[in-house]
């Protein structure tokens, strides 16, 4: 007889875990106790040796599908000679190390008793158990116990409750444990906030959306705007209520066969939409198209998800072939959560609300993710995938990182851990800047993290920046942006460098007080050297020029040709008057509010411009990614194009800019000169680090920056680095975009530290 005490860290609360210990010691004849603690689960186990041994593997080896084990630790200790083994009430002392699970989808067994007219939930919009529903989104704060949780209000009842105290059954201690009898209920409301009498409001509801209304709909992390994606006067006019006129909308579909009427996934696209975790993923549209036009404008992808929550099996079963599911909120402004809240907010824009009683504690959007190459990559990263941790190479100091200005997430870490929180948003109104500093509060609470130091970006006007030169008694260390990109890069690849890093974006404050963006840094994660750039370029009117691609156009082609370039016959010349261009070029030569820019980003943007595609943009990276689009994939042509000359570490761009505008009055089509112009980069690029590699020996280059959402830059440089020899790191965890900066400033600011 042997006795031994076992600690297990990692996600294994909220799981299943103890009932599955409670099992496994029930199959090998074992008596002791298992308990959750604040650092995961405990257990005492005794019994003959030889059980122990095989108990202790089976729990390693074969644990519940939604726990991840990080660290387990086994002792001997002395034999209690206990009668039975049983689940012991949480201990809440110690450090809190445990880790929280994400949100999860509705689980194929609960949806089965969903559906069953026997079943006491049948149509239930909230059933769940140890396998799924929600976590991150209704905890409040460790130990994961119903008292914590927003499901506190609701007392179980008997049959509930017997469910929950019964170790074998599948909803032992499921905190959102619940039925039509005690749980949350949904009700339908008017846009005025008056309650309808309505004996079914889910099917009232999809009478509703039927006949065309814009529903707002309670869900997991947020509200969600409905309506029939079919319908294109409804589709239409929530883009105008919205004041979202041409970003795509993501659209959700009860099943895989009917995501493939209207779009082509691939195998691993479909791994990906039925993953527990339920991200948006973009795919390809097929033609013709059968949704309404305004559900995805100007692109050849739609954002498609399948259901997460019972209440959208529930709306969208035999109901509609997709409803568009956007975030319910005003453009920029954070995903709205709490019921008051919402018919405020929300009163404008719909018409009908689906509310429930049910509070959502922290809101948590939707994740966005693309298949390219290997991996998954990350436009957002959030629902489903928070608070799970980037899991690091080595331990580093407890670091509050507050991330870039837009696409904003915050970083805490402790020990080889990373915590990225879910999407915060664009800081740019007070509403995002306050959900900024309740996340910090919600993500070190229930992750016990005291932050000794904090990173931020070294842009003095970002908010998060302002933000962290605010708090007080605390040492903040700013980190330059693109350092951080790769450096995110580099963490998630768990790879120490020093490297080659290609940084490409749209926009980052440079340490020469320029705007970085095209950059190939030598760097580690305590250091870098900017060893090349794009040229630089005036930004004329600054952020007006992002707004206004073709004020970058205006600008290249003005450095490459100076004057000679206003009587070309150029696409755009159409539209924009000429004493508008001039005013540009006037700006340009006095210098006036024309910053300095080296960004891949802009120089899309002006590209896109020339050739015709769009002078103006509905929204930041627009032009780039329409240029993107338009690209004829078989098209093998590279312009012109030369590295830094002599002791300059300039990339002149006025090579391919010649190149591009040669092509536009040989009247060559907009799709060559698209890939033509890509392929240029990618040549550009992967003979710049075959340079590189000459002078440092350096062979591993790591790809970060938004401009690597570009399927085309991604895998072309890829392919092009990896055909000279190079290892090739890029982001399969976090967004390549500013929402995977705060990894980086995390990781940084310890590696300053330690040389320090
Ligand atoms: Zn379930
Ligand atoms: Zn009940
Ligand atoms: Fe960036």
Known sequence: MLAKKININGIVQGVGFRPFVYQLAATHQLKGRVANTSSGVFIHIEGPSPAIENFSRELTDNPPPLAHITQIDIKETRLKAYGDFSIRKSQSRGQRFTLIAPDVSTCDDCLKEMLDPGDRRYQYPFINCTNCGPRYTIIEDIPYDRPQTSMRLFQMCDLCQAEYDDPMDRRFHAQPNACPVCGPMVQLLDSTGATMVSKDPIADGVTLLKSGHILAVKGLGGFHLVVDAENQAAVKRLRQRKHREEKPLAVMSCDLDVIRQYAAPTPAEEQLLISPQRPIVLLPKKEPEILAEDVSPHSRFYGVMLPYTPLHHLLLKDSFRALVMTSGNMSEEPIAIDNQEALERLGMLADYFLLHNRDIYL??????????????????????????????????????????????????????????????????????????????????????????????????????????????????????????????????????????????????????????????????????????????????????????????????????????????????????????????????????????????????????????????????????????????????????????????????VEPIIRGVVEDIQRQVHPSEISMKFHNTLICLFAEACTGIRRQTGFTQVALSGGVFQNTIMLSGLTKALEKKGFEVLSHTEVPSNDGGIALGQAVVADAMLNRK
């Open 363 to 652: 809101r948590s959007d939707d994740s966005v993710v693309k298949m390219v190459g290997h991996g998954p990559r990350f436009f957002r990263r959030s629902r489903g995938y928070v608070p799970r941790p980037v899991f690091l190479k080595k331990p580093v100091r407890s670091i509050l990182a507050c991330g870039a200005e837009l696409k904003n997430t915050i970083c805490l870490t402790r020990e080889n851990q990373a915590f990225l929180s879910q999407h915060v948003g664009d800081l740019e109104n007070l509403a995002t800047f306050n959900f900024f500093k309740k996340a910090i509060g919600h993500l070190k609470r229930i992750l016990d993290i005291k932050p000794e130091y904090i990173a931020c970006d070294m842009h003095p006007d970002y908010l998060s920046t302002r933000y962290a030169r605010e708090q007080t008694g605390i040492d903040v260390l700013e980190i330059q942006h693109h350092h951080a990109h790769i450096a995110a890069c580099m963490a998630e690849n768990q790879v120490e460098g020093p490297l080659i890093g290609l940084a490409f974006d749209g926009t980052g404050f440079g340490t020469d007080g320029h705007i970085w963006g095209g950059e190939i840094l030598l760097a580690g994660f305590d250091r870098f050297e900017r060893t090349a750039h794009l040229a630089y370029v005036p930004m004329p009117g600054g952020a007006a020029a992002i707004r206004e691609p073709w004020r970058m156009a205006a600008s290249y082609l003005f450095q490459a040709y100076g004057r000679d370039f206003l009587p070309l016959d150029l696409p755009f010349f159409k539209t924009v008057q000429a004493h508008k261009v001039e005013t540009i070029i006037e700006m340009i030569e006095k210098r006036i509010n024309s910053p300095y820019t080296s960004s891949v980003g802009r120089l899309f943007d002006g590209v896109a411009a020339m050739v015709g595609l769009r002078e103006k943009v509905a929204f930041e990276g627009q032009a780039a990614m329409e240029l993107e689009m338009t690209a004829d994939l078989s098209e093998k042509g590279v312009y012109e194009y030369a590295l830094p000359r002599d002791k300059s570490m300039e990339i002149p």
